[in-house]
Each structure stands twice: as structure tokens, then as C-alpha cells.
């Protein structure tokens, strides 16, 4: 079994920044690719950001120069630093993760954190 946990979410005034954490816990073997997703009111589930086990990246349109996705592979933590944030940046942020499990590859989710960006 694999939980994803976040942190970090919040409320926050258009134009500052926050930092979301999730940690990867369970048996897991090695962990791929990890990433961001959100998902607005009423809106589809959209990508944010991934970022390989090698470090490589890549990022929406709408978020790239403002946020930035980092990991720690000995943690199995992977990051997303949020700066200049716009009210449309308000969303639940999910973590996710592509892992090697003793049962074979697999994609996880976590819970999701909330993000708000209002004045």
C-alpha cells in the first residue's frame, strides 16, 4: 500500500506564495515520475507540473516563471513552490506519483490540499 500525503495548502492574497509538500510513504520500491494536478470548482482535473525521478520537468502554460516543482528523492518527497499566485490559481492541489509496488507499477493519489488565492 502507498499513501500520498500533502501539506501547505491555504488561503493567500493574490500575488504571494506558497509551498506544498508531499511525501510518499508505504512499500514502495522506487518511485518515477511524481506531479501536481488541480482540479477548480466545476472544472477538470488539469496538470500543474511533473518532474522525473532524474530531476527533468515540465510545467502548464498558465503556471510556467511562477511555480516551480522540486523533489527529494531520499525522502520520496516531491515539492511545488507556488509564487506570484492569481485567484484562478484556487483549486485543490493533488499529488501524484507512478511507483514500483511488489504487485508492479502503479499510479497513486493523494488526498488533495486546498489552495485559495483571494483578497
Known amino acids: 500500500q502507498v499513501q500520498l500525503v500533502e501539506s501547505g495548502g491555504g488561503l493567500v492574497q493574490p500575488g504571494g506564495s506558497l509551498r506544498l509538500s508531499c511525501a510518499a510513504s508505504g512499500n514502495t520500491f522506487s518511485i518515477n515520475s511524481m506531479g501536481w494536478y488541480r482540479q477548480a470548482p466545476g472544472k477538470q482535473r488539469e496538470l500543474v507540473a511533473t518532474i522525473s525521478e532524474g530531476g527533468s520537468t515540465n510545467y502548464a502554460d498558465s503556471v510556467k516563471g511562477r511555480f516551480a516543482i522540486s523533489r527529494d528523492n531520499a525522502k520520496k518527497t516531491v515539492y511545488l513552490q507556488m509564487n506570484s499566485l492569481k485567484p484562478e490559481d484556487t483549486a485543490v492541489y493533488y499529488c501524484?506519483?507512478?511507483?514500483?509496488?511488489?504487485?508492479?507499477?502503479?499510479?497513486?493519489w493523494g488526498q488533495g490540499t486546498q489552495v485559495t488565492v483571494s483578497s
Open positions: 501524484n506519483a507512478y511507483v514500483f509496488v511488489p504487485t508492479g507499477w502503479g499510479t497513486y
